[in-house]
Each structure stands twice: as C-alpha cells, then as structure tokens.
C-alpha cells in the first residue's frame, strides 16, 4: 500500500457515497481518484484499468456539465431506465468490448489478467457513461464490476484497493436501493401533478341560493 493508493481510495469512496446520494460534487472528487489510479494501475502492469481512468477522465466531465445542466425548468435531473433493447444492446457491448480488449492485451502486453482486467474495463465504461446519463441501470453493472475487482486486486495484491471494491459493492447496492425509490417517488409525484382539479362549487359564495338570500 502507498499514499498515492491510500488517498485514490478515500476519495473514490467519497465520490460513490455522494454518487448514492445524488449530490453533484461526486464529479470533482472522482476526477481526483481516477488521477491518482492511473499511476496506482500503472505500476501494478493493469494497462487496462490504467487506460479505463482516462475514459473515467473524459466521461466525468462530461457527467458533471450534463448533470450540472438538470432537467426540465431547472429541475434535477431526473433518474432515468434503458428500454429492453437498449440494455440488449449494451450487454453486447460491454461482451465484445471485453474480448476484443483482453485479445489485444494478451497477445501484444505482460498484462497480468488480460480478460478478467478487460471485462472490468468494458463494464466501467458502459457504467460510467450510464452513471452520466443518471441511468439507474448504472448500478447493476457496479455490483458486476465490483464482484469480480474485489478477485482481480486481491490476486494483484491491492489489498486497499480490493477492501475498497467490497465497500463499493456494498454502496452499489445502496445506490441501487435509493435511485429506484428516487424513480418511483418522482413518478408518483409526475402523476399526482397531472390528475386534474376538480373546484367545490357547493361551499362558494356566489351560489344561486345565497344570491337570491341578498
């Protein structure tokens, strides 16, 4: 363990808690997690993640402007689902990114886990870009990448690194818990402020029979 990882970790773990909690300052907190992981995978020869914090880099700040932008009449933005197809479609992805990645990795790097460090890194990707969509799917591949992380940093000997993934496993849950009751209370809230309203006319004043009374 370094500082160099020991500081990647603490910010990343704040990053994913303010991630569960919608807050936008996970942004900039995880910017300076993904910087300091490039040296930290760099140095443990995992070119795949090293190379995966500079697409983490491009899609945060990407992320953080869409975010920051909100929704509808300056509302926040709202959390939001793929459609069947669509999650089909990233499902292959995240698949054929992982092969094709881990085949180059194996045959033209000394990458310790070429196919396992390329799943990670497809999945991330697809969940990254996601996460800045506010997709809630997002979290179901950060369960899937953290499971098989927490393997890949043990057997690399990252063992922060690798307690850090079975905390975040646990956040993704949480995550996962709190942006689908997040969808449901926006939902209930959309559909209230839609039904039409229907005014008492028996208690008004200007009733015939209290017309006719004066």
Known sequence: ?????????????LSVWLTVRQNLWLWPTGIISVLLYTWVFAGAKLYSDAGLQVVYLVVSIYGWAHWAKGGPRESGLPVTTLSPSARAVCGLGVLAGAAGLGTLMAHYTDAALPYPDALV???SIAAQWLLARKKLENWWLWIGVDVLGIGVFVYKGLSLTAGLYA???VMAILGL???THAKHRAGASSSASSCPHTPDTGSSSTSPGSSAAS
């Open 121 to 123: 890194t497809s999945a």
């Open 177 to 179: 818990r709190e942006w």
């Open 167 to 169: 905390v975040f496993l």
């Open 1 to 13: 363990m370094t500082w160099t990882e020991a500081i990647a970790a603490a910010t990343g773990l």
